[in-house]
């Protein structure tokens, strides 16, 4: 059985997909606290930074409620 301390070969590793994995849990994560009304702390140019709810939306491309926006009419032609 292999040492649990060693970590597991680069080549079995896909970094791409455990990237993403984060992604997509960071955003989970934001969304809840902007849903809750709460706002959340990042780093910017070094400065913590307070982001308000609708920040976060307006990142993700959602409406003042945390949903997605309707998609613009198509102009006729």
């Known amino acids: 059985m292999a040492d649990p301390a060693t970590p ?13 994995a984060l992604e997509v ?3 989970d ?3 809840e606290h ?6 959340v ?12 709810p609708e920040e976060v939306f307006a990142r993700y491309g ?4 945390g949903r997605p926006k309707p998609a613009a009419p198509s102009p006729a032609e």
């Open 41 to 52: 702390c990042e780093s910017r140019d070094g400065e913590v930074v307070w982001v308000t």
């Open 29 to 31: 994560l934001l969304l």
């Open 62 to 65: 959602l409406d003042e409620f």
């Open 34 to 39: 902007a849903r809750l009304g709460r706002p």
């Open 8 to 20: 597991p070969a680069t080549e079995l590793v896909d970094h791409a997909r455990i990237d993403g």
């Open 25 to 27: 849990a960071f955003r």
